[in-house]
């Protein structure tokens, strides 16, 4: 999990260690943008390359960096990066609404075509989404990865298209209009700044959240509902290994499409070596019924606790210990004033639990599967 501030920025290794494959989701907002550009540069200078990249969806803090990378050395990228999943306007105008695109997706639309990007290969160019709950889409990458999209259908992303309109048109863009957002990105590298100086929420004392019964709400927010979510399995013959990448997608679409996969199995719940959690660990996005679906001890909490939401909510990793006890592994990719609280000898000894932070004050975290 690199450092991406408050929001996510995952590069991931499988295969070989001699001869690795990798995937890169999303790149974090525009302000944490160095790490992930370090990363790259190695990258380039090895001619190594990104058998994937995955833009979940078009929020700033899991977009912005993505923009920039592209929009500042794209002749460097061709080559790089295999192919890149992304639902932007070209793959809305396919569906029977209008043609849409929030401003940041316009942008990042206009240069993956620009520079000539693959896009959406493994989907025939079209959405990576599911047909439907009952259909889940299955892709084999170069190196043994295989990835079961669990997230969105394509109902979410036709419910998305009133919402986003109104923000491209609000921007002063015309929803698929290439032209228009290659000058807005021209004239604004920097990308609009995100909301890191954040405002203080109510927070409940930790024992009153473990000790209570907390009633779970989801959230509303139509662009995490079209959040790319799936399940990356790879197995070399010796000792498979599974991750869920959540995205900050909504809890009960990644729900039924778990159900799908276990009905398909005769399985009663997915075992996984780890679990990253959902819109960094927000209340709202991972819920009882999720988790009871999930045999699971590893999760991965991708923020810096920046931004108005001051994530992680100290009730969805309550929820997370009390469901995948005992022997609970939290991993976080910085340490903040969110998530210290959790650092906490009685409170593991009591809750049966483990931390994970980033060695010696440094910012990103490492997880071996």
Known sequence: MLPAGHGDCLYIEYGEEKSPHRVLIDGGPYYAFEPLEKRIKAMIKANLVFDLLVITHVDSDHIDGIVKLIGANPSNLKSPITDVWFNSWNQFAKEPEDKLGPEHGEMLGAVIEKNKLSWNKAFGKEAVANPNHATLESKDLSGGLKITLLSPTKAELIALKPYWVQEVRG????????????EKLRKNMRLRPADIMGVKKKIKPINQIFEGKEKFEPEPSPTNASSIAFLAEYNDGTQPKSCVFAGDAHPDVLSASIEKILAQRGEKRLKVDAFKVSHHGSKHNTSPELLRLLDCKKFLVSTSGAGKSQHPDREAIALIIQESKPDTELFFNYLS???????????????????HYPPGGEEGLTVLL
């Open 171 to 182: 921007a002063g863009l015309e929803p698929g209009s290439r032209d228009q957002a290659l």
């Open 337 to 355: 004033d969110q998530n210290k609280c959790w650092d906490n000898s009685t409170l593991r000894k009591r809750y049966h639990y483990k931390t």
